[in-house]
Nanobody, 126 residues
Framework: VQLVESGGGSVQTGGSLRLSCVAS????????LGWVRQPPGKVREGVAA???????RYADSVKGRFTISRDHAKNALYLQMNSLKPEDTAMYYC?????????????????????WGRGTQITVSS
């Protein structure tokens, strides 16, 4: 059972990146999944989440710029990031709640995820 992220890199302010996360060992679409980031020297913060019903939730800091989505056939989770800012610089993690938690109920708190990928670095330069 694991999550593997890809798609990180460096981009200038205003640029776009798309993160991918492939799940193995379980059916990702049946759970609450999310993206969490950790800026340098700061604590982890929830960025976006999507649940079994396709209901999404975003942190205010990324609302209107980031889009979370899933691909059932590929058992994958994505994060499309547009209009990137230097403050978006962080390690980005894909995360999942337990198999019994199908809905996120608007929760972005990192502490409530139980399965984590290794992360992918995003650096936005000004």
């Amino acid at each position: 059972v694991q999550l593997v992220e890809s798609g990180g890199g460096s981009v200038q302010t205003g640029g776009s990146l798309r993160l991918s996360c492939v799940a193995s060992g379980f059916t990702a679409s049946t759970r609450c999944l999310g993206w969490v980031r950790q800026p340098p020297g700061k604590v982890r913060e929830g960025v976006a989440a999507i649940d079994r019903a396709g209901i999404v939730r975003y942190a205010d800091s990324v609302k209107g710029r980031f889009t979370i989505s899933r691909d059932h056939a590929k058992n994958a989770l994505y994060l499309q990031m547009n209009s990137l800012k230097p403050e978006d610089t962080a390690m980005y993690y894909c995360a999942s709640k337990t198999g019994s938690v199908a809905y996120c109920f608007g929760d972005l708190a990192p502490m409530n995820y139980v399965l984590w990928g290794r992360g992918t670095q995003i650096t936005v330069s000004s």
